[in-house]
């Protein structure tokens, strides 16, 4: 129903930065939350930012704030994580998610559980 695109991904040195985006394929009036979540080999999915459609409000996992950025780009209806000061740790294939609940809730935000639509994955991988 409603198709995520990440992009961005690739290869960077420590300390390097990467930007992600994520383009639904639906009208954004459906939308109400964005999120980005990231999965290393063999550890658990994890949070790692969420914004709300009008851009008031965001949420950062405490091991990326102050290094990643998210944004909406009302102009091309998508969602960027913006990703600077990469560390090793950062490594993981990170996924763009759509909530389409129609209420924002800060908690609710950084559970995988809240969103409904997943896209595919995008690999960022950190060199030492």
């Known amino acids: 129903q409603v198709q995520l695109v990440e992009s961005g991904g690739g290869l960077v040195q420590a300390g390097g930065s990467l930007r992600l985006s994520c383009a639904p394929s639906a009208r954004t009036d459906s939308l109400y939350g964005m999120g980005w979540f990231r999965q290393a080999p063999e550890k658990e999915r994890e949070f790692v930012a969420a914004i709300s459609w009008s851009g008031n409000r965001d949420v950062y996992a405490d091991p990326v704030k102050g290094r990643f950025t998210i944004a909406i780009d009302a102009a091309k209806s998508a969602v960027h994580l913006q990703m600077d000061s990469l560390k090793p740790e950062d490594t993981a294939v990170y996924y763009c998610?759509?909530?389409?609940?129609?209420?924002?809730?800060?908690?609710?935000?950084?559970?995988?559980?809240?969103?409904?639509?997943w896209g595919q994955g995008t690999q960022v991988t950190v060199s030492s």
């Open positions: 998610a759509a909530d389409t609940s129609g209420l924002w809730i800060t908690a609710r935000a950084t559970q995988s559980g809240t969103y409904e639509y």
